[in-house]
């Protein structure tokens, strides 16, 4: 048998470089440990392990296993069974088994991945079991001749589905917003998570509610009693303590009383508070409640998202690209002032006098110095003596914005009215689209194609404001279509195009 020197060597199988192709033969042995089988021939670990690929050689296979025993993982005995001549008596032929420390090493990951795949619950059921499990403690406690051993069997049930409860809680409620799989998933999935969800969560709020004041009174009721029947069923513990000394009995029963102390009295501080700590039963209600906020926050992120927000960063960096393909300097300066609002400021008048006829698109190199009063420089602002100045007139100005809003609204109608003619039409019998005509179509093209799950599948929604409903159907992959602009020709691939007015169409 073989015992390795380094505890860390019965793990080194998991990342060498044929971790792969270890973990099949560990996992050979583990189900052979489960199914009652002491020991395996290495032609048995080549025909019962499953394989990523093909089967390896047999020679493999026997070098693996010498590894893996080296490291501990595994023990060798010779193999004298099949030995039929005196060359076959000086072959080296080996049975293996699971070392203890191999065993350790595969009970450690069967824990590790039932741990990451459990689906934690909110246990309605455990609270119900956690109350008529004290009511017939209280039973047993009021008998005149108490039965020890239905003390300790309720007494370990009890403790079995509270330590459940709790571990449960704690792992839903670390992870019960599950912001991550919400912003992967399809609006759908998420309407329908959040629905059960809350639903989920007011549900178990009720019954912890409704049940954690009659735990309570039960724990209260048998406060009197507790500690006469934990040293009862300590007392029953202790009794298959290994001899070994004097006094080990004795030490053992302590040690038992200690640890259903401790265990009482976590369940006394879920239900019960401990001076000015409130009961873990409420900090879990409130838990609970806070969790609807922020499956709401996820929710509004993956809206965020859906909406096509981008952050800032994505920004820039297509940005540095517009102005990496700039010609030169005269249209890269045009682009940081249209990218960074990089307008005249006259429209402040620091300078009421000096400004009055200055337009606001004079340059700073070009227009008068002005004269900055300290004040505004010690203070962050001005407050010039006299009279306060004439308000200027912005009447006609504003007329003049006004009028250009109505036609660029009427223009818009129009172009609407023209495109949204509730009857399929193909986009080669367009025609000529204006400045405005062309502006919606283009718009209401990028909302659609966005939604189109590929190019030979049709696509229908609802436009963002509300007002339209676009259904797109392509045609032959070879067909062309051409839209005159005034801006130059518009060409691609022929679509059957629908444009309805909701207050229409519906």
Known sequence: MHIANDPADLFRHVSAEKAVFYRCIMDVFAAAKRQYRLQLRPDEVLADARWPNKPPRIEDVNTALTQLTEWGNLESHPDTARVSSLSDFYRARFLYRLSQGGEAVESALATFVQTLQRRAELQTVALEDIASRLQALQSLAEATQPDVAKIHETL???VRVFEGLAENAQAFMAGVARSIELQQ?????????????IDYLERFMGDLVRRSDTIARLILALEPEVEALLRQVAERESRDTAPGGAHDQAEAQRGYLQAWRERWKGLRGWFLSTGHEPPQAELLRARARSAIPQLLSAIAALNERRSGRSDRSADFRLLAGWFAACADDGEAHRLARAAFALNPARHFSLNASAD?????STSWADAPPLKIHPRLREYGEAAPRGPLPRVRDRAEERAFLALQLAEESQ??????????TSRPARLSDLGELDKHAFGLFLGLLGETLAEQAGPETSVQRQTSDGLLHIHLKPLAPDSL????????VFAGRDHLITITPLQDGR
């Not at 009055?356 to 606001?360: G, I, N, V």
């Not at 223009?411 to 949204?420: C, D, G, T, Y």
């Not at 279509?481 to 130059?488: E, F, K, L, V, Y």
Request: hydrophobic residues 45%; charged residues 30%; without cysteine.
């Open 356 to 360: 009055a006829e200055l337009p606001a």
């Open 185 to 197: 998933a399809e609006a759908g999935a998420v309407a329908n998570y959040k629905k059960r969800l």
């Open 481 to 488: 279509a051409t839209i005159d602009t005034p801006h130059g």
């Open 156 to 158: 370990r049930d009890l």
């Open 411 to 420: 223009q818009v109608e129009a172009a609407r009215k023209r495109l949204a």
